[in-house]
């Protein structure tokens, strides 16, 4: 009953948020090239749902390899650092200085590299996307419990055996931390590769709608943004819930960005 | 099943180097332990009982002296696999529920079993450890006691031939203590496998063996061997025996006596 409750109230939230911005729109006679209503927005998105619909998917590619590129890498990298010494006091300062970089601002410098489409979209959002993956599974595979790896060696497991039944599922629950974070760097990733080197996205469609004051398309296309971004995001929720068993409340679980 | 071996454990001696110098922590140990026998070691902490089980489990090598078992000389790929291990945190994994907790002991060293058999076996030992109807709990659905309970059918399942015990009841309460040392004699009867435990508590060490090794505080020397004469089956009323108390009384004075003397050498 509590739960049913919070959920009910969760969801007002929503309402009122929007509920609020419809008021303040209405009250105070706001322009709609400066905020449109909510209302107006749900208009235009309807009106417009060939053009978000066609711009969607050019988006959702970049956003999906750039992710997968930087998931693969990433997790290569994180098994390198986690079983090599060498590696990992090779690497490890360079990336922790790496990711604190801003690497948006290299976008521009990509269109230059890689010209004008998909390239450069990919790359920028594989390259945000990709340090949270490696510093955390990193993390996550060298944290696992020496003891339990000793009580391995007790039954004569081989080092494969001990990689596939005790660190691989111990480093899992910091592996999908890390996804939730990536996912989101991805999308923030692919819609600056679209601001910067692209002719079409919901990212180019927000900056041309910018450029000719649309405000009502630029806010439909940032709707539309988001609402991608919440089914990815929710894609990893439910590819975390099939994968990670029984450890929801043995905590241990950190993201680092 | 496979025979328990005859434990030898000749001169045994380990030592680590650490950043304050070299630490002895098992000064020439002679000990021999009958096949399917319960052996245990008492003694004050850090006196080196931990480092001793390593040794027998085959995952340290010791800087001087041997271990037999049935007369030849353990090395590290001899013993894996033979070996079950429960220590006092239960060591369980998260993931996993406490039917395919129990079943990975099997799936590293009992390869030849299939995964029929080795359900069985684990839903077996489960039943006879009190577990029936927590098959799909995983270990945080589950109290201490019952953690520790997964903990000893996985080191049972496999059937081991020696079975090492590091203070596995040291982290529960007295009355579940109580409890699974009673269980574990149940459960060790149905087994033809040596138990080398150890603790520190004086009482679990009568209730439960029937050889008793004292030992001192570091460099771990053993002061005394005791033979346990009580009857099987042991419960409730072999804790209120005089001859349990006098027993005990003897053994706390040689822990007593000998705590200070180790203090003053380091």
């Known amino acids: 009953m509590y739960r049913v409750g919070v959920t009910v109230g969760q969801i007002l939230v929503f309402l009122?948020?929007?509920?609020?911005?419809?008021?303040?729109?209405?009250?105070?006679?706001?322009?709609?090239?400066?905020?449109?209503?909510?209302?107006?927005?749900?208009?235009v998105m309807w009106e417009q749902r060939a053009l978000l619909l066609t711009n969607t998917w050019p988006t959702f590619v970049a956003i999906s390899l750039g992710f997968i590129y930087a998931v693969v890498t990433g997790f290569v990298i994180a098994v390198g650092i986690a079983y090599s010494r060498i590696v990992r006091e090779l690497t490890y300062p360079f990336l922790v200085t790496?990711?604190?970089?801003?690497?948006?601002?290299?976008a521009p410098l990509f269109l230059i590299w890689f010209g004008f489409g998909l390239t450069p979209?990919?790359?920028?959002?594989?390259?945000?996307?990709?340090?949270?993956?490696?510093?955390?599974?990193?993390?996550?595979?060298?944290?696992?419990?020496?003891e339990l790896l000793q009580y391995m060696d007790s039954l004569g497991a081989s080092g494969w055996e001990k990689f596939t039944k005790i660190s691989l599922p111990w480093a899992m629950p910091y592996f999908f931390a890390a996804l939730k974070i990536s996912i989101t760097l991805a999308i923030v990733g692919a819609v600056v590769g679209e601001f910067v080197a692209a002719g079409e996205g919901l990212g180019y469609i927000i900056n041309a709608s910018n450029i000719s004051l649309d405000t009502e398309l630029m806010f439909a296309a940032i709707v539309a943004m988001s609402l991608l971004g919440i089914v990815l995001f929710l894609v990893i929720v439910a590819a975390e819930r099939l994968f990670v068993n029984g450890v929801e409340e043995n905590g241990g679980v950190q993201a680092t960005m | 099943m496979s025979k328990a071996p005859h434990?030898?454990?000749?001169?045994?001696?380990?030592?680590?180097?650490?950043?304050?110098?070299?630490v002895n922590a098992l000064n020439n140990i002679s000990l021999d332990i009958a096949?399917?026998?319960?052996?245990?070691?008492?003694?004050?902490?850090?006196?080196?009982?931990?480092?001793?089980?390593?040794?027998?489990?085959?995952?340290?090598?010791p800087s001087g002296g041997e271990v037999l078992f049935d007369g030849v000389a353990i090395d590290k790929n001899k013993v894996q696999g033979q070996v079950g291990y429960v220590f006092q945190r239960s060591l369980l994994l998260p993931w996993r529920n406490a039917l395919d907790n129990v079943m990975l002991t099997m799936e590293v060293a009992r390869r030849d079993m299939s995964r029929a058999d080795r359900e069985r076996e684990a839903r077996h030992w489960l039943k006879i450890a009190g577990l029936e109807g927590f098959?799909?709990?995983?270990?945080?659905?589950?109290?201490?006691?019952?953690?520790?309970?997964?903990?000893?059918?996985?080191?049972?399942?496999?059937?081991?031939?020696v079975l090492l015990m590091d203070e596995p009841f040291a982290a529960l309460d007295e009355i579940t203590r109580e409890t699974l040392q009673e269980e574990l004699l149940r459960l060790w009867m149905q087994t033809e496998t040596t138990v080398v435990f150890i603790t520190h508590s004086i009482p679990e060490a009568l209730l439960l063996s029937e050889q008793i090794a004292?030992?001192?505080?570091?460099?771990?020397?053993?002061?005394?061997?005791?033979?346990?004469?009580?009857?099987?089956?042991?419960?409730?009323?072999?804790?209120?025996?005089?001859?349990?108390?006098?027993?005990?009384?003897h053994v706390r004075g040689l822990l007593r006596h000998r705590e200070p003397v180790a203090a003053t050498a380091q």
Do not use: Y
Not at chain 2, 136 to 144: D, I
């Open chain 1, 16 to 43: 009122l948020f929007f509920a609020i911005w419809e008021g303040i729109v209405d009250f105070f006679h706001i322009k709609p090239v400066i905020l449109p209503p909510p209302s107006r927005i749900a208009e």
């Open chain 1, 98 to 106: 790496a990711q604190i970089l801003p690497k948006i601002a290299f």
């Open chain 1, 121 to 146: 979209k990919i790359v920028i959002a594989a390259l945000i996307a990709f340090f949270p993956v490696v510093i955390n599974t990193a993390k996550g595979l060298s944290s696992v419990d020496s």
């Open chain 2, 7 to 22: 434990i030898s454990i000749k001169g045994l001696s380990v030592s680590f180097k650490s950043r304050t110098g070299t």
């Open chain 2, 35 to 61: 096949p399917g026998s319960f052996f245990t070691i008492v003694g004050p902490s850090g006196c080196g009982k931990t480092t001793l089980l390593k040794v027998l489990s085959g995952v340290l090598q």
């Open chain 2, 135 to 161: 098959e799909k709990r995983f270990p945080h659905e589950l109290s201490g006691g019952m953690q520790q309970r997964v903990s000893i059918c996985r080191a049972l399942a496999f059937r081991p031939k």
């Open chain 2, 214 to 249: 004292v030992m001192s505080a570091r460099p771990g020397r053993v002061l005394e061997r005791i033979e346990v004469p009580f009857p099987r089956p042991r419960e409730e009323a072999t804790r209120e025996l005089p001859e349990f108390g006098a027993m005990a009384g």
